[in-house]
């Protein structure tokens, strides 16, 4: 896995202009259902960041592709639960990890939309919320939301570590790496537990405003 990486990472410094498709892409196989399992994206757009802080990479469209791929990926695996329904658990190789998904599936039950945000922060359920959200008919424009929404936060999250150690301020303050990514998880928690606060009061309003509505899955949800 580290030689896939290094490789990786020499591959986008000494070919520029498709530094921004080659994360899009990997981005896209990390937040697909399943496949996401076996991409080493994050570890991949940490190295990255180091090479756009260096000034050896444009960030823009690195971000953009970035952003658009862990969008699309979230969206394909949305619509794959959507079409395939409950008896997608049943086949491989989700039916290897019914503990794992049953976790996802309640997760997904008691937050809803704050569940297909904080998903994406979360590396052991990121690659089966979107499935999930699926399976249940989760609405697509809530859903949709939440996906660009955690995309455009996530993205810079997984550069700023590398970014802030190879740029001028991590010179001057001699900031350590280390410290810079728990700045980064300290961000996405805050961000995480204000959504999850969002979410829980959007489901006390629903149900003052009457009955039969949650939250985490619509009326026509299918049954599992």
Not at 101 to 124: H, N
Not at 170 to 198: D, R, W
């Amino acid at each position: 896995m580290g030689d896939l990486i290094e490789q990786a990472g020499r591959f986008v410094a000494s070919h520029g202009f498709w530094a921004g498709p080659v994360v899009g892409l990997l981005c896209l196989g990390e937040s697909l259902a399943i496949i996401g399992l076996f991409v080493p994206a994050t570890a991949v757009m940490l190295a990255i960041g180091g090479l756009i802080g260096a000034d050896a990479l444009d960030a823009w469209p690195i971000f953009f592709w970035a952003v658009v791929g862990s969008i699309a990926g979230d969206w394909i695996s949305y619509l794959f639960g959507s079409r395939i329904g409950p008896k997608v658990y049943r086949r491989w190789p989700l039916n290897r990890h019914r503990p794992a998904v049953a976790r996802t599936r309640l997760f997904f039950r008691k937050y809803g939309f704050a569940a297909v945000f904080m998903g994406r922060f979360l590396g052991p359920i990121r690659a089966t919320v979107p499935l999930v959200a699926g399976v249940l008919t989760m609405p697509k424009r809530p859903f949709q939301i939440a996906n660009v929404a955690s995309a455009v936060l996530w993205v810079p999250l997984m550069f700023a570590p590398g970014y802030l150690a190879a740029g001028p301020l991590g010179e001057m303050l001699s900031i350590n790496e280390g410290h810079l990514v728990l700045f980064g998880f300290g961000i996405a928690i805050v961000a995480m537990a204000a959504t999850l606060l969002a979410s829980r009061r959007m489901g006390r309003r629903r149900r003052q405003s009457g009955p039969g509505t949650t939250p985490s899955a619509p009326p026509n949800a299918k049954s599992l």
